[in-house]
């Protein structure tokens, strides 16, 4: 009988972490999941729903969109209905999510379920940590807050090996079709391209539900429960996951860290978000996770397969090179684990920080070295317009009309960005694609209808949207044509080389303390509402650069992108060397003494 009791906070604090773990899962499925959908989604979408590159931008961008729409009132409703509900919230969202994206026949549904997903991994990114830093005792927490990161990981390695999967089965597909005339080949790609994305978002529907029925049988935040008065209740909730001793005396200070605010949850005064005693560990928080994104990890794990493509790696290779990235991730994410508590936050924050720097300088060093030789183009194909649009192939005798003479056995690319006024799309064409799609521009495709929110910012004399009436009569106008060949494989596995750096320094540093930083910087008082500021901050920068990254390079190129996330890399070295705190070995109570000292 003794054996059991004792054994009871063990099993008790094992689940709790499975189920909080199950939430970085669900994080990076969110993540990641698009990384192997988009080439597909891209090659159908745009031809059966006639996408543009900004479209599809925001597809991949809804999902950070809705984080920073559910991290505006994340922290709110974690105070509101406690923690355990808000998460059980996030996990019935993604889960609904599912069906609303693999049955779509439109972009609305689309980007509604992408939306979705984004608004549960916000409230996930925002609450999974807090639960974590409230329930888990100070010499634990370390280990187990970076297991939301370690999940994370293994939710992006499952999402690459879901898309390495259908890669597989469209390439076969694509060599079955092979035998058959033009039309038909082309119909049987498309369909199994069709079929490749929706599999893969079905298959994210089983991690989904065991997050939100697991939910369901958690016990609430000690923290909360006593900030609401209800003491008895917190002392429960700590017994389950630590010895009777300890509970009382982790009590005893929570109460103490509580007073003079009221039991049920009021708060004196001077303790609101921006007062002196709170903004510096809050924009300290704030920053840390804004410089997190600036590095551009979001957008380079949602774009890999493409990134990679471009660099030479052709379709499924760039997968299998998508999957041993996301292991690696997961891997150096178990060191960064076993090391967090042991030569803490700020010495790996300084060495992923270091190692960011320098893989995204490498990486822009190799695509500048092809995007220099990239012929232009922009004149011939403005020439070959007629009536507005442009059709045309990647066929030999085009690339002839070109001026490129290419050898036998090399692939050329041809990228193009053009406008209708104040509409601007991105287009790119392989010569090696086995469908050998036709390129098509047109004004129909390009300009989009107006829509209520653009309209009602135009009424109040502010254009933050296109306006569909200065594009009616535009011509259309080649803005950059850029035809290259295909880089060579070599290239392509050298950039992934680089690309494996920078995600094996921030899984050691950046990917695991971001959320001890998120979680232990902010004073217990505004710990909920702070987090989700600074969320929202990070989701906000995610976002832009997800949303801007495929009209950017189309216009100035990858290295572009990577010269950019290089120097915000380096202000992120400064921001940890120089201002960052080392918190490793403190309850939370302490690192709100600190900051208010």
Known sequence: MQAT???????????????????????????????????????????????????LGFIVAAVLLGSVLSSLFAGALADLVGRRAAMVLAGALFTASIPLIALADGYLALMLGRLLQGISGGLIGVVVPLYLAECLHARHRGRGAALFQLLLTIGLVAAALIGLFQAREVETATAAAQGLEAAARAGAVFAAKDHAWRSIFWMCLA???????????????????????????????????????????????????????AADGGAVDGDRLLSRRYVLPFLLACLVLALTQATGINSILAYVVTILNQAGLPGATANMADVALK??????????????????????????????????VVAGLLFRSVEGEQRDVSAMLQARAHGDGLELRLDPETLRTLGATPADSTAMQLSIAYSYGPFTNVQSRRSDDPALPLLRVAREDTVQADSVIGAFFRRLHLNPFADPAEAAGAPLRIEQAHLSAVPPASHGWLVALAICLFVASFAVGPGVCVWLALSELMPNRIRSNGMSVALLINQFVSTVIAAVFLPTVGQYGYATLFFY??????????????LLPETKGKTLEEIDAYFSR
Not at 336 to 357: E, N, P, Q, S, Y
Not at 565 to 578: I, K, N, V
Request: proline share 4%.
């Open 327 to 360: 292991v690696l991730n997961a891997v150096l994410t178990v060191v960064a684990v076993a090391l967090v508590d042991r030569k803490g936050r700020k010495f790996l924050m300084m060495l992923g920080t270091g190692g960011i720097v320098v893989a995204l």
């Open 207 to 261: 991690p989904g539900l065991v997050f939100t029925l697991g939910g369901l049988l958690l016990s609430e935040s000690p923290r909360w429960l006593a900030r609401k008065g209800r003491i008895e209740q917190a002392r429960a909730a700590l017994l389950r996951t630590r010895p009777a001793a300890e509970a009382d005396a982790e009590l005893r200070e929570i109460e103490q860290a509580l007073s003079p605010a």
């Open 5 to 55: 009791l004792s054994n009871a906070p063990a099993r008790a604090m094992g689940f709790l972490l499975f189920i909080a773990g199950m939430g970085g899962l669900l994080y990076g499925i969110d993540v990641g999941i698009i990384a192997g959908a988009l080439p597909y989604l891209e090659s159908t979408a745009s031809v059966a729903w006639k996408l543009s590159a900004q479209q």
């Open 565 to 578: 996330g290089a120097g915000c890399a380096l202000l992120y070295f400064l921001t940890a060397a120089f």
